[in-house]
């Protein structure tokens, strides 16, 4: 009888996502994640196909797990983005997966386009609603929110230095700054412009 190979996969991705994380697609290595999940390089072009498959397979679970952990009420983007940020800071191998995917792979992941779609058709939802500003088009409003959720991370090492220098280098500040964006940007708007 062959060994159950589900042992040996859970450890190729874990692997997987410690070295994507750290290096991206191009800075990976096949054999590292072999050598560090205690199987051959084999086993992970059998069960997982070409490095990129393997990337594209990391980054789309990653995503789909991040999105069951954080459900989105398109109506209260704040929040979303608050719970979005918390998240992220307990997990930052996944905002990490996020900016490499951008980088490296620039190209739609079905699962993740699947995640997506779900966020723009309730942002869409609350748009029609009046609960969110309806002049952004959702998938762009999509975007603003996780731009801002991610900022931080995005931001200048010399822009990061000033913030430090301050003494006000906070995760819970960040957070409290993301919430507040988020809700400026998401308010409904009047006619004529932006309510106050």
Excluded at 128 to 155: F, K, N, Y
Excluded at 184 to 196: D, F
């Amino acid at each position: 009888m062959p060994p159950d190979a589900t042992e040996t996969k859970r450890r190729l991705m874990k692997a997987a996502v410690d070295e994507f994380a750290a290096y991206g697609l191009a800075g990976a290595r096949i054999d590292r994640i072999a050598d560090a999940a205690q199987a051959n390089k084999r086993s992970i072009y059998m069960h997982f196909g070409t490095k990129e498959e393997l990337f594209d397979k990391v980054v789309a679970e990653s995503m789909t797990e991040l999105a069951a952990a954080v459900s989105i009420d398109a109506g209260n983007l704040p929040d979303y983005a608050g719970e979005l940020y918390d998240r992220l800071e307990q997990r930052p191998h996944v905002r990490r997966l996020y900016l490499w995917a951008g980088l490296e792979r620039q190209q739609p992941i079905d699962a993740e386009v699947e995640e997506y779609r779900r966020n723009v058709t309730a942002i869409e939802a609350a748009q029609e609603a009046g609960r969110v500003r309806a002049d952004i088009p959702p998938p762009e409003l999509m975007a603003m929110v996780i731009a801002l959720v991610i900022s931080w991370d995005t931001a200048s090492w010399s822009l990061k230095a000033l913030r430090t220098e301050t003494g006000q280098d906070s995760s819970g500040e960040r957070r409290a700054a993301v919430v507040t964006a988020v809700a400026t940007l998401a308010q409904p708007s009047r006619a004529g412009g932006i309510a106050p």
